[in-house]
RNA sequence: GGGGAAGUGGCGAAACGGUAGACGCAGUCGCCUCAAAAGCGACCGAGUGUGAGCUCAUGUGGGUUCGAUUCCCACCUUCCCCACCA
């Protein structure tokens, strides 16, 4: 029997030892000049937010493999990490704690960083940077700068969210209820002049490159071409009666029903409202108290009110095509951000207009029926809105066309009328990024008394996020803040004003991964060579939260600086992405706010990383959402200590047994067990290269062939065997992806000097995987009927003949008829009878 | 309302056109032990049979196929995302 010792993997002692030698060894770090081929691991960019739980070691856990695992098969991987460190919970602490955001987000990163190197990643932190340093949001400032002078940040004004007693503008999560989450005020809207991107620009762009983006989900293309939303219609005019040459512009992606216009339903912030009420006063207190009612509403509101109401104006327009003159309807149900804040109604064709007419007792005329060219209306009482294409009726000399050709002809006659074109609308705006907020990224804009709106010059990068302001909860802290706003006009050395707002953080996270690349250039952003030599992310990593904003507007970003030829290559900066699932515990997400996380340090201590991470790879596939179980961790501690029982007592003899070449095998459990090490690399290497990363499977494989590794060493006869000892010190190699830890513990137990990760991964040698006898399944009619046992490669015939001699198959065979035989090389053979 | 994903043992799951349930968790039994824990071994979808086995079984109903968990259609259920975008 082997020598007698209490056999336990102490991941206490080890798991720590081996972070700090991988530190100092400096073994995750990736070199610019590193011949091998490039490969970019990416997670999104962390939010500090304090504690971290299982459920964010789920996400860096896949991550951290995928890297491992790459780099491995011999690739120069290069795997960053920093920190999303603007934002609002920063700003939160301060105002209700007297935190300093500053302060309060250092902490943190400290503790995430300390809780991230605790999970055993492997990381190239000399990267590392906060999106809060100065000489990262510099950056942020000097794109935005670059974007002004392409005309793709303008201002505009835009509605916010207003506090009368705070007096400040909330984000729309600090709106409960329609009230202020401090004081409970009733929130306002108010107008202010805003910077937004230009997204809208890139719109046709990025959604045909959604196209070419075959690594990424489909669900996630599909969002974000929902996201986008293009539509094609027409934009045309309609006079109002009586107002000189006031028109009303409408667009719409249904012309063809033009003739069936029984109203016009405008938002009540359009602008031909107040001249209407101007020229044609009577209803002019309706409407205004009306438009009153809504605007203390956000859209969310007015949206989720779901009932449409609205007014009559008190004027008429003229359907250009029909001359009929029609009431003019100020309504909640008319975006004034979407298309041109007007609507043609038509009761008949939409579901909206027919709801607001039977409503408002409003005319419903029914121009498009279904059909061939019949001519035919159905009914004068539709119960609901006909939507769908069909022939034209009741429509002067375009009667009788398809809806599809009436569309083109309807736009082509309006055309030649100057009345109107075919247009494009997009379902997203532009990118608003004003905050008024503090802890963000200063918008670099001065407003001088005798210039203007003044940009700040580059050489005066970064405009500093001043420290110690007050935080009161009222008003905004830089607004509030006289010694950061009263600057100095660079053009005319006159006084001027800042402007007091910070940037979106979505901003920060738009180019970072770039930033990585060249992540302590006090010069420029990034170097261009070195940029676009690593770029694009091979592969991306995250939640399926992102799945629109973020991944939008890094995909925007990415193009504007491919425009501007800030790096070179495909404009589009993200191969491939992954989409995690959850992690749910009692049913629900792992949540802080749910009050369910079971945290990172207690896990660590108790069970230790490898086993940690074993669990969050084994228990489902990655995409899956994944019940975090207690029992379930147990079961890889008992893993990661049958690991250690089987292999450790052998480990300086396994360690002398050669890798480079298969062993020579006695006898079955030999073969069997150097099978199962190359079945467990072939899963390894499959999973990878699929890009499904699986790893649920491989660690199944894992478990099999440590399974049979625990039979053989414990079996006298067979723990000193040439295979065994091979398997042995073939195992950390391909454990090392998954359970770090222990497979360096090993292999330097095995007398390597050099890490076990810098290691070449295995191939799968098909030579292993073969098998000397294989079982060929036989059915009768598409049933299992018997199995026989042959070599492999053997032909039909013999099969057959096999075949024919088992009784469960002679059952179901004698006395009847072979019609048919279908076999399947070294797996089956299907006879059909009659 | 629109879009997307998914329904397999007591549980997480595997197989994804070819032996359904690998592997793990829970459970049952055995060995070891004074005993327990740990460890090791066996069993572990349902019905039926002494047994070899047979029958049923991958949400429901159809279809394609020699053969369907896998592909197609419809329905049911659950989850996610977007929700008045003219």
Known sequence: MLEERPLTYDHRAIEPAW?????????????????????????????????????????YTLGDAVARMMRMRGNNVVHPMGWDAFGLPAENAAIQRGID????????????????????????????????????????????LRMYERGLAYKRETPVNWCPHDQTVLANEQVHDGRCWRCGHLVERRNLSQWNFKITDYADR?????????????????????????????????????????????????VDTVFGVTFMA?????????????????????????????????????????????VPTGAFAINPLSGERVPIWVTNYVLAEYGTGAVMGVPAHDERDFEFAQKHGLPIRQVIVPGEGTGELVAGDLTEA?????????????????????????????????????????????????????????????????DGMVPVPDDQLPVVLPRGVAFTGQGSPLANDAAFINTTCPKCKGPAKRDPDTMDTFVDSSWYFVRYLDPHDSTKAFDKAKASAWMPVDQ????????????????FFYMFMIDAGYITGDDEPFTRLFNQGTLLRGGEKMSKSRGNVVGIDETVETYGVDAMRLFLLKAAPPEDALEWTDEGIVGRVRFIQRVWRACEPLAAEAGRTPLDQLPACAGDAQRALVRALHLALKSAHDETSTRRFHYNVTTARLDELV????????????????AVLYAIHALPIALAPFAPHIADELWQRMGHATSVHI????????????????????????????????????????????????SGVQQHTSGKTVRKKIFVPDKLLNIVVA
């Open 759 to 806: 290691e070449r991964m295995l191939d799968a040698d098909p030579a292993a995987l073969a098998v000397d006898e294989i079982t060929v399944v036989i059915q009768v009619n598409g049933k299992v009927r018997g199995r026989v046992q042959a070599a492999p490669g053997v032909g039909e015939d013999d099969v057959f003949a096999l075949a024919l001699a088992e």
């Open 206 to 254: 990025l959604l045909a490159g959604i196209d070419r983006l075959d690594g990424w989900p489909e669900r996630i293309k599909t969002m974000q071409r929902n996201w986008i939303g293009r539509s094609e219609g027409a934009t045309f005019s309609f006079d109002i009666e009586g107002i000189g040459d006031a028109r009303i512009e409408v667009f719409t992606t249904r």
């Open 101 to 144: 955001p500053d302060s309060w987000t250092r902490q943190n990163i400290d503790n995430m960083r300390r809780q991230i190197k605790l999970m055993g990643t492997g990381y190239d932190w000399t990267r590392e940077f906060a999106t809060c340093d100065p000489e990262y949001y510099k950056w942020n400032q000097w794109f935005f």
């Open 707 to 722: 399974n049979l590794l625990t039979a053989a060493t414990r079996d006298e006869a067979l723990a000193h065997d040439p």
């Open 19 to 59: 972070q700090a030698r991988w530190e100092a060894d400096g073994i995750y770090r990736a070199d610019d000049a590193d011949p091998r081929p490039k490969y970019y691991v990416l997670e999104m960019l962390p939010y500090p937010s304090g504690d971290l739980h299982v459920g964010h070691a789920k996400n």
């Open 266 to 310: 405008i938002a009540p912030e359009h602008p031909i409202v107040a001249k209407i009420l101007a020229a044609i006063p009577p209803e002019k207190a309706t409407v205004e108290a009306f438009a009153a009612s809504l605007s203390s509403k956000s859209e969310l509101e007015r949206t989720q009110l779901m009932e449409k109401t609205g």
């Open 386 to 450: 006909y939507c769908d294409d069909g022939v034209l009726v009741n429509s002067a000399q375009f009667d009788g066309v398809e809806s599809a050709d009436a569309r083109i002809a309807i736009i082509e006659e309006l055309e030649s009328r100057g009345r109107g074109k075919m247009t494009v609308n997009f379902r997203f705006r532009d990118w608003l990024i004003s905050r008024q907020r503090y802890w963000g990224t200063p918008i670099p804009m001065l407003y001088c008394e005798r």
């Open 540 to 555: 991306y990593i995250g939640g399926a939260e992102h799945a629109v904003m973020h991944l939008l507007y890094a995909r």
